[in-house]
Structures are given as C-alpha cells and as structure tokens.
C-alpha cells in the first residue's frame, strides 16, 4: 500500500531495548515516522492496516 515511497519497520522493543530507548518509545503499539532524518509525526494506539495508511499519507 505504502511502497516503493514508504516503508514501515518493526522493531521489537525487548530484543532492542537502547533502541527503544533513543527513540523514546514508552508505549507499545508506536508508529513514528520519519522523512529526511527527522520525526514528522507520533502515533500510539493499535491500528488496522488501512487505517496507518491513511495516517503515514497525512503524517508526510
């Protein structure tokens, strides 16, 4: 839905706890998009697939 001029990583926050860490994520499910090295936009919250579509298009 998002590719080739997005892509979504997921990150597991207890196999990279300092990751976790730098990038201040203190709830889980968090979407943080980024766009030329910096944050752009922060959502907490489950979301279904259509629904973060949606968001990541807005957020850029």
Same mark, same amino acid.
């Given at each position: 839905?998002?590719e080739p001029g997005m892509?979504l990583?997921?990150l597991s926050?207890e196999?990279?706890?300092a990751?976790a860490?730098?990038? +201040?994520? $203190?709830?889980?499910p968090t979407?943080?998009?980024? %766009?030329?090295? =910096?944050?752009r #936009? +922060?959502q $907490?919250g489950?979301?279904?697939a259509?629904?973060? %579509?949606?968001? =990541?298009?807005? #957020?850029?």
């Open positions: 839905m998002l892509r990583v997921k926050t196999e990279a706890p990751v860490q730098e990038f +201040r994520i $203190s709830s889980i979407l943080a998009l980024f %766009a030329g090295g =910096a944050e #936009a +922060r $907490s489950v979301m279904p259509r629904q973060i %579509a949606d968001w =990541a298009r807005r #957020a850029v």
